[in-house]
C-alpha cells in the first residue's frame, strides 16, 4: 500500500545519547531521498526523536517539547500517537537528556518492522531485511567506544551489515547536539551531516564525519608537532607542490605565510597552531589533496 503523496520511510535509525558529553543524538539510513530532512530531530537538554514509516515529521518538534515539559519517553510515544489517526503506519524511536528511551512501531508497518531500547538508546525500523538489522545496531551501540557521532555511526553501519532496508539504499544522516555545541558556540547542532543520495550513503556519511571532524575537531596533543626536520621538508613539499610556494628553497618567513594561507583557503581556522608548529592531521591532509 504506498502513497505517492505520502511514501513511505523505510529506515533503520537510532537515537542515543551520552551521559558523559550530554550529547544528544540520531544516525538514520534509509531507500528514500534525503531522509535527513525528515527523520532526525534533537534538542540539546531536551532529547532526540526519529519518526519513519509513513513518516508524521511533527512528532520530532510535538516529541520534544513533549519531553521539554517533563513527559517521559513511553508518555511521548503514547501522547503522540493516541492523537494521530495513522498511528497504524507510524514508527518513532525517542530518548531523553536522562537516558530513558522509547521505541514505537505500528501493527501496520511493513514487514519486517520493530524495536529495540536499552539505556541510552532507541533503535528502530521497518521494510528491512531481517531482525537481525535492529538487534546489530542496539549490540553495537552497547559495547562500542568512542563519541557519541561514533558509537552512532558504527551502530548504522552494523544494521547495513546485518541486512539493512530491504529496498537498498539512497540517502543517511547523522545529527547530534549539545549545549553551544554549533559553529561559533550560537546553537546546539555539534554535528549535523547529510546524504541525500548515494549508492553507498553509510561510507558517504562516514567520510564527511571524518572531514568534519578534521575542520572543526580539535588538535589532539600527540598530533602537535615541531615544524623542524622532517616534519618542516614534508610541510615546504606539498606547498609547492599545490601551487603556494614556487620552490622548497625559501626562508622560514615565506613558508609560514604560505602555510598561513593554505590554512585560510581550506577552513583550517579552527586547526591553526602557535607559531613553529603544526597539527599532523593537517599535513596528512596536505598529503593526500589531489591539484
Known amino acids: 500500500m504506498s502513497r505517492v503523496s505520502n511514501p513511505i520511510v523505510a529506515t533503520f535509525s537510532i537515537v542515543g545519547y551520552d551521559p558523559e ?28 526523536v526519529a519518526t519513519q514509516s509513513l513518516a508524521n515529521p511533527s512528532f520530532g518538534p510535538e516529541g520534544l517539547r513533549l519531553l521539554e515539559e517533563g513527559y517521559a519517553p513511553d508518555e ?6 493516541e492523537a494521530d489517526p ?36 532507541a533503535a528502530q525500523g521497518n521494510i528491512l531485511v531481517n531482525e537481525e538489522t535492529i538487534t546489530e545496531m542496539a549490540s553495537t551501540f552497547e559495547s ?30 547523522l545529527l547530534v547536539v549539545k549545549e553551544n555545541g554549533g559553529y561559533g558556540g550560537f546553537n546546539d547542532r555539534f554535528i549535523d551531516l547529510r546524504v541525500d543520495e548515494h549508492d553507498e550513503p553509510i561510507h558517504e556519511l ?6 568534519q571532524q578534521l575542520y572543526f575537531g580539535a588538535t589532539k596533543e600527540e598530533n602537535v608537532a615541531l615544524i623542524q626536520g622532517e616534519v618542516k621538508q614534508e610541510l615546504l613539499l606539498q ?6 610556494l614556487p620552490t ?12 598561513t594561507s593554505f590554512l585560510h583557503r581550506e577552513n583550517f581556522e579552527e586547526r591553526a597552531l602557535e607559531h613553529g608548529k603544526l597539527d599532523l592531521e593537517v599535513l596528512e591532509f596536505m598529503k593526500h589533496k589531489q591539484v
Open 206 to 211: 562516514v567520510r564527511i564525519y571524518h572531514l
Open 248 to 259: 622548497v628553497n625559501v626562508v622560514e618567513s615565506i613558508m609560514y605565510k604560505a602555510f
Open 144 to 173: 562500542s567506544k568512542g563519541s557519541l557521532a561514533d558509537r552512532l555511526l558504527q551502530a548504522l553501519q552494523a544494521g547495513q551489515m546485518a541486512g539493512g532496508d530491504k529496498r537498498g539504499k539512497q540517502s543517511a544522516a
Open 86 to 121: 495513522e498511528r497504524g503506519l507510524r514508527q518513532v524511536g525517542i530518548v531523553d537528556a536522562k537516558g530513558k528511551s522509547a521505541t514505537y512501531t505500528g501493527d501496520a508497518c511493513y514487514e519486517w518492522a520493530g524495536g529495540l531500547t536499552g539505556p541510552n538508546f
Open 21 to 48: 558529553t550530554n550529547e544528544l543524538g540520531v544516525a538514520v539510513q534509509s531507500k528514500f531521498l534525503g531522509s535527513g530532512s525528515v527523520v532526525p530531530w534533537a534538542k540539546a537538554g531536551v532529547g532526540a
Open 239 to 244: 606547498l609547492k607542490r599545490l601551487g603556494y
Open 76 to 81: 511521548v510515544v503514547k501522547q503522540l500517537t
